[in-house]
């Protein structure tokens, strides 16, 4: 089945620092990816679609200059955290979808940042 | 704007006991909904799609445009149904979704 991962599985970083986390399509390409945030015990907050080789489309409330985005290939998209902050600790999960027509969406396990 | 509501966040029943996860939805258009399910320290998955009318595992959802509703439903649980579900809506364009916040299904032996 559609496999997608995602490393590194969990990060420490300090303030003002920034930490880049990948998201794989293991076996299948991959025309959009999707980033997700979720704080603990809350549900999926979409971040941004990621189309490959074109800009990210960030949903509102999100700052596409410290949250860049890069889909360089059909199996490949990349979140890096700009400058962190301890409020950008959490859960960060990609998906992956096949088809431009379709819905369905393989997800990634997660990434946990910690930002000290 | 498009709205996902799973108004219980725990549904505790006994193994055997028929289980309903709400799920009610808001938009304009024409939905497409689905149920994900999230065992224990496993990743997010598909568990069905309202277009395909399946059971998956013995759950159905039936969607209920009249009353804005997707359901889940199993009449008999089991424990290994214990995990988080979450209810989406399709949003069209780019196909994203929607989720809900989520309602943890405890199954008691």
């Known amino acids: 089945g559609a496999v997608v991962s995602q490393h590194p599985s969990w990060v420490i970083c300090k303030s003002g620092t920034s930490v880049k986390i990948e998201c794989r399509s293991l076996d299948f390409q991959a025309t959009t990816m999707f980033w997700y945030r979720q704080f603990p015990k809350q549900s999926l907050m979409l971040m941004a679609t990621?189309?490959?080789?074109?800009?990210?489309?960030?949903e509102q409330g999100v700052e596409k200059d410290k949250f860049l985005i890069n889909h360089a290939s059909l199996t490949l998209s990349t979140l890096t955290v700009t400058s962190a902050h301890p409020e950008d600790s959490s859960f960060y999960i990609c998906?992956?979808?096949?088809?431009?027509?379709?819905?369905?969406?393989?997800f990634g396990p997660g990434t946990r940042l910690t930002v000290t | 704007a498009q709205r996902v509501t799973q108004p219980e966040k725990l549904l505790s029943v006994f193994k055997g006991a028929p289980v309903e996860l709400k799920c009610n939805y808001s938009?304009?258009?024409?939905?497409?909904l689905f149920w994900y399910v999230q065992y224990s320290r496993q990743r997010l998955q598909l568990l069905l799609r309202h277009i395909s009318r399946e059971s998956i595992k013995g759950f159905t959802a039936d969607l209920n445009k009249g009353e804005t509703s997707f359901h889940l439903k199993k009449p008999f649980a089991q424990e290994e149904d214990s995990a988080m579900y979450y209810c989406a809506l399709g949003r069209t364009g780019r196909r994203a979704l929607t989720f809900g916040s989520g309602t943890r299904l405890q199954v008691q032996p």
């Open positions: 998906s992956a979808r096949a088809g431009q027509s379709s819905y369905e969406q393989y």
């Open positions: 990621s189309n490959e080789g074109s800009k990210a489309t960030y």
């Open positions: 938009y304009s258009g024409s939905p497409e």
